[in-house]
């Protein structure tokens, strides 16, 4: 038994980083709609694996016990082989995400396998009962692993009663982009702003090309409602496109900034709009329009009270680098004649992203400022971002640059105090910059460094924000 109790700490390891990663940070199921099944399955399996490990730490199942026992890890099993059924049909998952669950599936199989045997030759000879065992510190463990695992049941099943009762009437992005049907090639288009501007451009009967690098994964996304393309040298001589929306790039946020890895966040932006902008100079067909993403790292570490409109100088440091010359690579469509309009976006809320992993210490009631706080979130939230775009792409007196924030910029603490006042949990829990630093290195600027951007081109158009202020952005994703 000591071999089974073991394995069942390690699924239960395995199991909360694969919630706590995939299912929560990076593919945020409790957000997707397509999601509600899925959801669904997770949460009924987690009631009963707290079950498993919470009966299994303190008691054994003798006699007739032992059926009740086989009943819920048969439920359990056949649950796990649904769950691999629907999410084969409504999503590609990620490679580790893969790998972790092949690795579950034989750590679970060899776990259940050894529990039977044991369970056939000294529980099932017994007088019926539950007995209790003593397995020492293990069974706290299992005992943590069983509360959390049921809170994480219960939380599946809320989002998946949201989701189901989610009033479609509710969706204030509905037609967002109508108008004509548009041809639109989107770079980016599975990331997490690309992902909602597709599907918003596919509901408003618009034929989207996805160029990305990996097209099967965007196939699965869409449904097979856009063509996705790795390359553009695939596409017909005569295609053409109304607007270019270049989303394109690696992520910002992840490991440390090597000099291969700032190669690649260059390579991803910067090479790949140099790519587009050269195939639409072959283009018989220019767009009229090409939308171009961008960062308000561009202005560089700035002091709180220093505001930047986007009439401001360039700051320093590799984010000014990298947008700079991404925008310098858009900036050669200037000569194609087509409309060029960069939004150069601040910290983007939303049901994904980086938001999540923001939150995630205040829900576990450990959050708190970041450095002394006093840095200056600039953010916006997608909801606005999509209307932006879809401004841009109609609004041909759209040109240049704008500064993609929310009016309301916010010292660190500022952010901090509001999302525990949002999510109802303390914000007391500072963490100093140096250990920031020593871990992420000059990508460290991003979480105490900050500036105080001014979407003031936006402003003077009359743009109104959806979400101006960020307790209105957290609150709809609290």
């Known amino acids: 038994m000591d071999i089974v109790i073991t394995l069942l700490i390690a699924q239960g390891l395995m199991g909360a980083f694969d919630t706590l990663y995939h299912h929560e940070l990076t593919v945020a199921l409790p957000r997707k709609p397509s999601a509600r099944l899925e959801l669904s399955i997770h949460a009924i399996r987690a009631l009963l694996y707290g079950v498993v490990f919470g009966g299994l730490a303190w008691f054994e199942w003798r006699g007739a016990w032992v059926l009740v026992l086989a009943a819920l890890v048969l439920v359990e099993v056949g649950l796990t082989l649904w769950d691999f059924v629907v999410e084969d049909n409504s999503r590609k998952l990620p490679s580790t995400e893969r790998v972790l669950h092949t690795?579950?599936?034989?750590?679970?199989?060899?776990?259940?396998?050894?529990?039977?045997?044991?369970?056939?030759?000294?529980w099932w000879p017994q007088p019926s009962a539950l007995v209790s065992a003593d397995y020492g510190w293990r069974a706290w463990v299992l005992s943590v692993f069983a509360l959390g695992v049921a809170i994480s049941g219960v939380r599946d099943g809320i989002a998946a009663w949201q989701l189901g009762h989610r009033a479609p009437a509710d969706n204030d992005l509905a037609e967002l982009f109508s108008g004509p049907p548009q041809r639109i090639l989107v770079t980016g288009g599975t990331?997490?702003?690309?992902?909602?501007?597709?599907?918003?451009?596919?509901?408003?009967?618009?034929?989207?090309?996805?160029?990305?690098?990996?097209?099967?994964?965007?196939?699965?996304?869409?449904?097979?409602?856009?063509?996705?393309?790795?390359d553009l040298d695939t596409l017909h001589p005569d295609s053409a496109f109304d607007a270019v929306i270049n989303l394109a790039g690696a992520p910002v946020v992840g490991g440390r900034w090597s000099a291969q890895r700032k190669a690649r966040l260059l390579a991803s932006r910067v090479g790949t709009t140099e790519r587009v902008v050269d195939q639409m100079r072959l283009a018989?067909?220019?767009?009229?329009?090409?939308?171009?993403?961008?960062?308000?790292?561009?202005?560089?570490?700035?002091?709180a009270d220093e505001p930047l409109p986007e009439s401001a100088a360039a700051g320093s440091g590799f984010m000014h680098e990298l947008c700079q010359r991404w925008e310098d690579a858009a900036a050669g469509v200037d000569a194609l004649g087509i409309r060029r309009v960069v939004l150069?976006?601040?910290?983007?809320?939303?049901?994904?992203?980086?938001?999540?992993?923001?939150?995630?210490?205040?829900?576990?009631?450990?959050?708190?400022?970041?450095?002394?706080?006093?840095?200056?979130?600039?953010?916006?939230?997608?909801?606005?971002?999509?209307?932006?775009?879809?401004r841009a792409l109609h609004d041909s007196t759209m040109r240049g640059i704008y500064n993609?924030?929310?009016?309301?910029?916010?010292?660190?603490?500022?952010?901090?105090?509001?999302?525990?006042?949002?999510?109802?949990?303390?914000?007391w829990f500072p963490v100093p910059a140096w250990p920031i630093q020593l871990l992420a290195g000059?990508?460290?600027?991003?979480?105490?460094?900050?500036?105080?951007?001014?979407?003031?081109?936006?402003?003077?158009?009359?743009?109104?924000?959806?979400?101006?202020?960020?307790?209105?952005?957290?609150?709809?994703?609290?």
């Open 103 to 122: 690795v579950l599936a034989i750590n679970g199989g060899a776990l259940f396998g050894l529990l039977a045997l044991h369970a056939a030759q000294h």
């Open 344 to 390: 150069r976006f601040g910290l983007v809320f939303g049901p994904g992203g980086s938001l999540p992993m923001l939150l995630l210490p205040f829900r576990f009631g450990l959050g708190g400022r970041m450095g002394d706080g006093r840095q200056v979130m600039s953010w916006v939230h997608r909801d606005d971002v999509l209307a932006m775009i879809a």
């Open 442 to 478: 000059e990508m460290a600027q991003l979480f105490i460094g900050g500036q105080r951007v001014v979407p003031q081109r936006l402003l003077d158009a009359g743009f109104v924000f959806r979400y101006p202020t960020v307790e209105s952005a957290l609150r709809a994703e609290a």
């Open 191 to 230: 990331g997490f702003i690309g992902e909602a501007l597709v599907n918003q451009l596919l509901a408003d009967g618009h034929d989207v090309t996805v160029l990305t690098r990996d097209p099967l994964t965007a196939a699965y996304l869409f449904d097979g409602r856009a063509r996705c393309l790795r």
């Open 404 to 427: 993609a924030v929310a009016p309301e910029a916010v010292p660190q603490a500022e952010f901090a105090r509001t999302a525990g006042r949002v999510l109802h949990r303390p914000a």
């Open 284 to 303: 018989t067909h220019k767009p009229a329009v090409w939308i171009n993403a961008s960062a308000i790292g561009y202005y560089g570490d700035r002091p």
